[in-house]
């Protein structure tokens, strides 16, 4: 009861074949300490209870010591512990069971659930606050059978962990909505059957892993499934070896792998719906890789068709449900092809000695070179992207001089895309906009093209409005080399900055407001062009003769030099008294426009 306390050197309980006892240390200050060995069902049943904070300790402790022994021992609140300071072993030969809840705390240095045959050992850690530190090995399923369960947010710890340690052993281990930290090695399967489910947001945690199965005739398996379920191990993982083992990764259940991965001729993969990371990846040795769906990566590259690895040794197609990742290097082999129908190419960069068939779906650069559209890059000097592509480049994108990107339905993503070649199409880009004074952005009749995003878009270098639209989200900024010629229709969101030279013919219009700079100049030749909103003038425009310039939004600043006819349908706003503002041509005001004079 609360602080009641006692103490002896070894303890049992359930001592006699055939006898029952019962233990329960609860309550703050209640301690029971065992200076040897505690027993729990030595040769009859034995339990013992460890709640509403109670203490008990021992140096080792044995649950269900005998063939046909029961051990149940349960600890359960908050501030309960049961400190063990050597091995902990559930189910020696007879039936084991520890369950740890509601915050309960247990410790042991070396653990066995399912010592020898015909032992069954039973452990569950569930709820949050919950807990088992073992430091030193963790042997589930030894010569007998074990079970391990961790729920419910539920926290298990320990140096290294065999499931299935020995010859007719078998090892299971449930992680769910939990987690399991291991410092050293998880080896599912030794000579014995393991295995492992993580499900439902469970999380492992180890330093390697291991389906090397020892035994011939042994079976191991691994499941992690459920979207945040996730098994990292910070060094190498092998699957299979003497006996088969099985790794399936499904909905979005993700395994991590700091080193290399190694399929043995008997293990299995199955990829479906997973997410599978590996530094690099060894099928040379057989076995069985099957990926239905889901994603992998291989970050030290992947060599498509020709492949000593074994991964992918012909043609391989990229569905809807696959996706291909690597930090490094992507080769496509002579002769073989690597098909994008909807699935996802992600890569450092990529080497096409043989075919790229994009059809749809997502080609990614993710390097830190980018990509180059010329000579020097993967495509060569020309490169489309037709609708239902999309072009992603995390870092720079680069269309040389003499190369061309073309638009054609598709979508482009880049950190920074810089033109020195031409940009041209209809789609949409994102990105840091830069055409340089040898580049040149076009768009034909029929053509969109749309820079989205939170980037302004910056020109030194042409614009050629071919009877299509260039559409800005943000600000268009035209420096002083850049030009914007021909008809169509140029629009920015918040602002057109030039610098430079605007040059229109036939029908133009002009969405979004203009700041003509001191050494910006706008020029309507033969055509006429449509402002619809504010245009502020501190440059030169000039509508030539036969032509005609439209003001929906407001006029101010400098007026117009040009002999042709400028047509003000918003308000004209010569500035502060004496302003003037001045037209060489004809000067018409719409019905609802004003005259606005400051005189200030």
């Known amino acids: 009861a609360d602080s009641g306390q006692v103490s002896n050197t070894n303890g049992a309980i359930g001592d006699g074949g055939g006898s029952t006892g019962m233990v329960t240390v609860t309550g703050g200050g209640s301690t029971w300490t065992n200076d040897g060995e505690l027993e729990i069902g030595d040769s009859g049943e034995g339990v013992l209870i460890i709640a509403d904070g109670g203490v008990v300790s021992s140096t080792t402790a044995v649950l269900a010591d005998s063939s046909n022994s029961i051990g149940t021992l349960t600890v359960s609140d908050n501030g309960s512990t049961w400190t063990n300071s050597d091995l902990l072993t559930i189910g020696r030969i007879g039936q084991g069971t520890l369950t740890i809840s509601l915050g309960g705390q247990v410790s042991s240095v070396g653990g066995i659930i399912g010592a020898t045959s015909p032992s069954t050992g039973t452990a569950t850690i569930t709820g949050a606050g919950s807990s088992w530190t073992n430091t030193g090995l963790l042997r589930i399923g030894n010569l007998g059978q074990g079970v391990l369960t961790i729920e419910s947010n539920g926290h298990a710890s320990t140096d290294s962990v065999v499931i299935g340690t020995d010859t007719g052993?078998?090892?299971?281990?449930?992680?769910?909505?939990?987690?399991?930290?291991?410092?050293?090695?998880?080896?599912?399967?030794?000579?014995?059957?393991?295995?492992?489910?993580?499900?439902?947001?469970?999380?492992?945690t180890s330093g390697l892993g291991s389906f090397?199965?020892?035994?011939?005739?042994?079976?191991?398996?691994?499941?992690?499934?459920?979207?945040?379920?996730?098994?990292?191990?910070?060094?190498?993982?092998?699957?299979?070896?003497?006996?088969?083992?099985?790794?399936?990764?499904?909905?979005?259940?993700?395994?991590?792998?700091?080193g290399n991965l190694e399929i043995f001729a008997t293990g299995t993969i199955t990829l479906d719906g997973g997410s599978l990371v590996t530094q690099s990846m060894d099928h040379a040795n057989g076995g069985v890789f099957n990926f239905i769906a889901g994603s992998l990566t291989v970050n030290n590259g992947l060599n498509i068709g020709n492949d000593p690895s074994g991964v992918f040794p012909g043609s391989f197609t990229l569905n809807s449900d696959r996706q291909l990742i690597t930090l490094g290097l992507t080769t496509i082999a002579p002769f073989r092809t690597l098909t994008i129908d909807?699935?996802?190419l992600r890569t450092g960069d990529l080497d096409i000695q043989g075919t790229l068939d994009f059809i749809r779906g997502t080609l990614a650069f993710i390097g830190a070179g980018g990509l180059t559209v010329g000579a020097a890059g993967p495509f060569g000097s020309s490169l489309s992207v037709e609708s239902g592509q999309t072009l992603e480049v995390s870092n720079?994108?680069?269309?040389?001089?003499?190369?061309?990107?073309?638009?054609?339905?598709?979508?482009?993503?880049?950190?920074?895309?810089?033109?020195?070649?031409?940009?041209?199409?209809?789609?949409?880009?994102n990105g840091l906009l830069s055409i340089t004074n040898i580049g040149e952005l076009q768009v034909l009749p029929g053509d969109h093209l749309?820079?989205?995003?939170?980037?302004?878009?910056?020109?030194?270098?042409?614009?050629?409005?071919?009877?299509?639209?260039?559409?800005?989200?943000?600000?268009f900024n035209i420096l002083g080399s850049g030009l914007v010629i021909g008809n169509g229709t140029l629009r920015a969101d918040l602002l057109i900055n030039n610098s430079g030279d605007m040059a229109f013919s036939a029908t133009t219009i002009v969405i979004g407001d203009v700041t003509n700079t001191a050494s910006g100049t706008i020029i309507t030749a033969g055509g006429t062009t449509t402002f619809f909103d504010d245009v502020t003038n501190n440059g030169e425009i000039r509508t030539n003769e036969n032509s005609f310039a439209v003001y929906f939004g407001s006029y101010s600043g400098n007026g117009d030099t040009g002999t042709g006819t400028v047509v003000m349908e918003g308000d004209l706003k010569p500035g502060s008294s004496p302003g003037e503002l001045r037209s060489g041509g004809n000067l018409r005001f719409g019905p609802e426009a004003g005259f606005v004079r400051e005189t200030g």
């Open 169 to 204: 052993s078998s090892g299971q281990v449930t992680v769910d909505d939990a987690t399991w930290d291991i410092d050293g090695s998880l080896s599912v399967g030794g000579i014995g059957d393991g295995v492992l489910d993580v499900i439902n947001g469970g999380v492992v």
């Open 212 to 258: 090397k199965v020892e035994g011939p005739r042994a079976t191991s398996s691994a499941l992690v499934s459920g979207q945040g379920s996730r098994w990292e191990m910070t060094g190498d993982l092998d699957v299979g070896d003497d006996g088969s083992g099985a790794l399936t990764l499904q909905d979005q259940g993700v395994v991590q792998v700091g």
């Open 342 to 344: 909807g699935g996802q």
């Open 396 to 429: 720079v994108l680069t269309v040389d001089n003499g190369a061309a990107l073309d638009l054609e339905g598709g979508d482009l993503q880049a950190g920074t895309i810089q033109v020195s070649g031409v940009l041209r199409g209809d789609g949409i880009i």
């Open 450 to 475: 749309f820079h989205e995003g939170i980037f302004n878009a910056t020109s030194s270098g042409q614009i050629t409005l071919a009877g299509g639209q260039v559409h800005f989200a943000n600000q």
